[in-house]
């Protein structure tokens, strides 16, 4: 069965600091990985990976996918308050167009 | 903005009573998706539906049927609903303008009681 675990399950930081969120998965025919972000209402998508290796980035935002290692990290850089939410990643399995999600990690920045 | 609507928003009912939440979709997406969404658990896959009258389970299926009559809408029952069922039920769409990069609708909060 297709499984996605993140970690941690949450996170409290300053203002400033530099966090990395994990991803990892196990799935049969990978396609692609995503990223999402949620405050307090529908998930808003971030980055979606589908080859190994390449940073995706979004200004203090980033990801990388590990196809050998089976995981990805999503980076933030300098937090801000603002990005307090619960972050998601999905793998889309077997090309099917279904994704499966993790439980998220949440996120929260103190000011 | 991929265009979903869900309705309804907020609902509350008893245990027994049938339930149908509704997402509508103005773009013309292939795939559709219901999700629920419970602490601890994440977002959990019920159904999805990869064309009209094409349908398959997700990961927590039971207690729940869906229909899709029309490329547009795609409806999710909870044909007698329990208090297991009180959620966060998001609809989701794929397909078209938006690849294979899922999007979600506002999301409907669900009460049984």
């Known amino acids: 069965e297709d499984k996605v675990v993140q970690s941690p399950l949450s996170l409290v930081v300053h203002e400033g600091d530099t966090v990395t969120l994990n991803c990892s998965y196990e799935v049969t025919n990978f396609r692609s990985l995503l990223w999402y972000k949620q405050e307090k209402k529908a998930p808003t998508f971030l980055f979606m990976l589908t080859s190994s290796g390449i940073e995706k980035k979004s200004g203090r935002l980033s990801s990388i996918l590990d196809k050998k290692e089976l995981f990805s990290i999503l980076n933030i850089t300098a937090t801000q308050t603002g990005d307090s939410a619960v972050y998601l990643c999905a793998d889309e399995t077997s090309g099917t167009y279904k994704y499966i999600f993790g439980t998220g990690t949440r996120l929260k920045v103190l000011a | 903005d991929a265009g979903i609507t869900q309705s309804p928003r907020h609902k509350v009912t008893e245990t027994g009573t049938p339930v149908t939440l509704r997402c509508h979709q103005t773009?013309?997406?292939?795939?559709m998706y219901w999700y629920r969404q419970d602490p601890g658990h994440g977002l959990r896959l019920i159904h999805y539906s990869y064309g009209v009258k094409d349908t398959d389970k997700g990961e927590v299926s039971d207690g729940y049927s869906v229909s899709r009559s029309k490329t547009e809408d795609f409806l999710l029952t909870l044909e007698s609903a329990t208090s297991s069922q009180t959620s966060v039920y998001f609809c989701?769409?794929?397909?078209?303008?938006?690849?294979?990069?899922?999007?979600f609708g506002e999301g409907s909060w669900l009460t049984v009681v």
């Open positions: 773009e013309n997406h292939r795939y």
């Open positions: 989701a769409i794929s397909g078209g303008f938006t690849g294979n990069t899922i999007y």
